[in-house]
């Protein structure tokens, strides 16, 4: 079974800093997907970038890049320039793409705050 | 506008009172499925659907059932709610199970409380 981990269950920053935030994952799969989530006081889920294991090179999404090794399956997400609008809980996902479950794992989440 | 829908936002009820939580998407996707979200654990999987009148257990079924009989609603029920039960739910859809490219959109969460 695949597992998801995230270390840090909270972590501020002053407003345009960068922050990253850390996940590993633990699967024998070669092919599969990541995630991250932002889940803001809202508690909408909202996808902010993705990365295919078959991919060498690094997702960005604006001001959002992650750094995939898979070889030490980690998966950090960098927020550059960070935001008030940033702030929420942020959750790492894995999925194993197949002809049945495309089940989400979920980390259990890091409580981001941008300090004003 | 693509959206996954879920009713009711909030809810208070009593232990062992049958309740729905309805799920629907406007998107046409096959796959839907239902997740439960406690603090320290994440989001955990309860059951899915990847198409009509076909439905599966996800890592935590238990007090739980589904129901598929059409391809945009996927409601949650509860036969007999314990406090165990008290948590964030969420609906999500995507495209295809069979895709390359998949992405799950969620619906905005329903808030259950069991007393």
């Known amino acids: 079974a695949q597992t998801v981990t995230q270390s840090q269950p909270e972590m501020s920053v002053q407003e345009a800093e960068t922050v990253t935030l850390s996940c590993t994952y633990d699967?024998?799969?070669?092919?599969?997907?990541l995630f991250w989530y932002k889940q803001p006081p809202s508690r909408q889920m909202i996808l902010v970038i993705r990365q295919e294991a078959y991919k060498q090179q690094n997702a960005t999404e604006n001001r959002f890049s992650v750094n995939f090794q898979k070889a030490a399956k980690s998966f950090s997400l960098k927020i550059s320039d960070s935001q008030l609008g940033d702030t929420a809980m942020y959750f790492c996902?894995?999925?194993?793409?197949?002809?049945?479950?495309?089940?989400?794992?979920f980390g259990t989440g890091t409580r981001l705050t941008i300090i004003p | 506008e693509a959206q996954v829908t879920q009713n009711p936002r909030y809810l208070i009820t009593v232990t062992g009172k049958k309740l729905t939580v309805t799920c629907s998407q406007n998107?046409?996707?096959?796959?839907m499925s239902w997740y439960r979200q406690d603090p320290g654990l994440g989001l955990r999987q309860i059951y899915y659907s990847m198409n009509v009148e076909v439905t599966d257990k996800g890592d935590v079924p238990e007090g739980y059932k589904v129901s598929r009989k059409e391809k945009r609603n996927f409601p949650l029920i509860l036969e007999s709610p314990s406090p165990n039960q008290t948590s964030l739910y969420f609906c999500a859809s995507s495209l295809n199970p069979r895709g390359l490219r998949t992405e799950a959109f969620f619906g905005q969460g329903t808030r259950l409380t069991v007393v």
């Open positions: 998107m046409n996707h096959e796959y």
């Open positions: 699967t024998s799969e070669n092919n599969y997907y």
């Open positions: 996902a894995f999925m194993r793409p197949n002809f049945g479950n495309e089940k989400l794992t």
